[in-house]
Each structure stands twice: as structure tokens, then as C-alpha cells.
């Protein structure tokens, strides 16, 4: 009887070690060389069914995470003609016994430190990307639903934070962009990724955080709701002390209900609101801002790169907008700047008033001071056009503004004493020649 024992005994360890070493060695050749083409078909039938489109090029078993997808494709539609992203990885978290009895059994998928590469133009996968790094989620797939229990990553010095939760992914169709959309998105977006890469945390990262929720079967009823936080910035030679803004998407009204930053000079405070299916906005702002170094630092315009202020001032817009059959808007604002600098010459202050709705304007309490005297005037148009300006400066300061013979003829004067000026003109528009 010992003798049989030991025969079983050794028989069973034998066959124990063979079972390891062929655990091992198909386990080696599943985390290197992948599942076969059939599993993989079966896995992206299951992301079908959960309305996501996907393909990857190989499927592996990694001891310690689990079911690993690897180099994933995310498309936008079964025809798969529009790239959205690309994952470096993603661990499927199965249920094993909803495998076997043949229902849904993608319960999760998780990401640690996935990197996501995304096409700004989806037509041209080849083209500018967008990289996103760090990326960190896990998102559940509970039955008709997408819920992104947490996902945070950053895209250079910005911190991203996404959840929410999305019912009926399936149903998702997403709209064909209208001619010539695509190439103003893909300008913006390589604009703002040109802003992002010149961008400079001092201390705290920048937070972007984000909270999606709805029905993808009712896309009118999506809401998203969107926070930035952003303690000290830098962008080339701008800096900014504070950045905060909320801003919200919902019954497809879009709102910022807060935009305020703070820099050397004062404070901006916004609130604007942009109504979709009426095509109508309004905008409210005041600001303080050095907006001259704030226009060049993102890029905005070279219109005011030789004006400098050396003080506080405030500027407020107020504007609405119809953008329909018809379009119409008003705009309105106020300026008044302590001393400036336009074009090397100093300027003790400025102060003015303008409106314009497309057709008519007004420009009034024009005053422009200098050590020389002040300009101060108005103008309107509104059907005839019509204009009054008084000056006490010295006109030798207008050369910088002035060219051809008008700058040759103010060259030729010197004045001992400034004059006073009073112009008024009138005509069927402001072109000199109607005048």
C-alpha cells in the first residue's frame, strides 16, 4: 500500500509541474504574442454592443492586471472612416461567468498611466495630434449606460479631470459637420494646443474638471458642466495671478457663469450665455486686465502691440447677438486708461464711449490728454455721418500715425505755441472724399 502511495503521490506532482509549466508557457505566450484573431473579433463585438467602436491590435493576459487590450483605435462610427483616439492599453475587467452563459460581459475597463493620442482633424489620422498623458480612469458598463467612475490625466502642464455618467451609448450618432467646420475646428484647436505647450504653472497646477451626464438618445437633454482653477500662470512674458472660471451646458443653452483673472494692472470679471437652438448670445465683461500684453501673449491680435499702459484703467463691453436668417447685435463700451504709451509717445490718459449695431455707431466723450494739451471729440453715424474734434496739442505728435503727404506736410511745422483746433464735418459717410 506505501508503495502504491508513493506512486500516486509522485504521479500527481508530475502531472501538478506539467500543468504549471503549461500554465506558464501558454501564460508567456499569451502576455507576448496575444489571443488569437477569433477572441479578438468576439472582445470587439462586445464594445459594439455597448455602442463604442474600437479595434486593437492584440489582446494579452498579463499576470497581475488582467485582460490587456494594446494599441487601441477609437472611431467615431461602424464605417470606422473617422479616427477619435488612439490608447497605448486598456484592462478589460470581464465577467467570466456572464461570458460563458453568452450575455454581456464587459463589466469595466480600466487605464493606469495610458497615454491617448488624438487627431485634430479625425479625416487625417496621420496628421497634428493632440497627447495626452497620465491617463488614469476606470469607466463601468452597467447595463445601457457609460459610467466614468473617475478619470484624470494632462496635456502639458494642465490637469484634466473627467465622470459622469451617459445612458443609452448604443444610440449615439454623431452629427455630420457642416462645410468648412471641420477646418475651423482644426485651427482653433491647433491654436489653443500652441497657447497650452507655452503655458507655465508657477506652484499649483492648472485644473480642468469636467461632469457629463445625460441621455445619448436624447442628445438635447446632455449637460456638462466644466471648472478651471488656475493659481499663477505664465504665457511667454505674460503672467497671470489667478484664473477662475464655471461654465455649463444644459437644455443646449451653453453658460459661463463666472470668468474672472487677476494680473499686475487688475481684474477681469465675464459672464456670457449663448443660446443654441435660437442662435442668440449676450456678453457682459469688465476688465482691468493689461490687455495689450494679454492680446499678444495668446496671440490674439497685432493690432496693439505698440500700445503699452503704464496704470490701471477699466474697459467694458457689453454686446447681444442674433445669429439667424437675419443676423443682429449691439455692442456697447466704455474705456478709460490711465497712462498709456501708443507708438513711443506718452499719453497722460484716455477716455471714450462707443456702440455699434452694424448699420449705425456713435462715438462720444472722446479724450485723449497729453503734456501738449487734449483731444476731445465725437461722431455719428446713423443714415448721414457727422463729426466734431477740438484739439490743444501740438500736431507734431500725430507723425507717428500719419503717412505719405500727410506726414511730409505736419513734418514741415514747428510750433512755438500749440494750437487750438476745431474741426466739424458731415457727409454721407466718413470717407475723406465725401467729406
Known sequence: MSRWRKYLTGLAVALALAILAGTVIGGRYVYYKGFTKKWRRFVIAEFQRRGVEV????????PFQGLQARRVKIFDGSERAVLLAKVDQLVLDINYADLIRGKPFLGAVDLTNASLSIPLDPAQPRGQKARIENLNARILFPP???YISHASASIFQLDLVLRGRLLNPEAFRPEPAPPGATEARTALLRRLLDTLEKIEARGQRPRLSFEVTGDLAKPAELAVEATLDAPLLEIRDYRLESVHATAAYARQRITVSRLSAVDRLGRLDLRASYDVPAKNGELELRSGLDFPRLAAAFRLTRALDDLELNGPGEVRLSASAQFGDTPRFLLSSGVQLGAVRWHDIDFESFATDAAWDGHRWYLR??????KTGEIAGSALQDG?????????VDPTI??????GKTREFIGQWKFIRTPDVLLHAAGPDPDPANL
Open 55 to 62: 479595434d486593437f491590435d492584440r489582446l494579452t493576459l498579463d
Open 365 to 370: 466723450g472722446f479724450r485723449l490728454r497729453h
Open 144 to 146: 445601457g449606460q457609460v
Open 384 to 392: 448721414r455721418f457727422s463729426a466734431r474734434l477740438e484739439s490743444s
Open 398 to 403: 500725430a507723425l507717428p500715425f500719419a503717412t
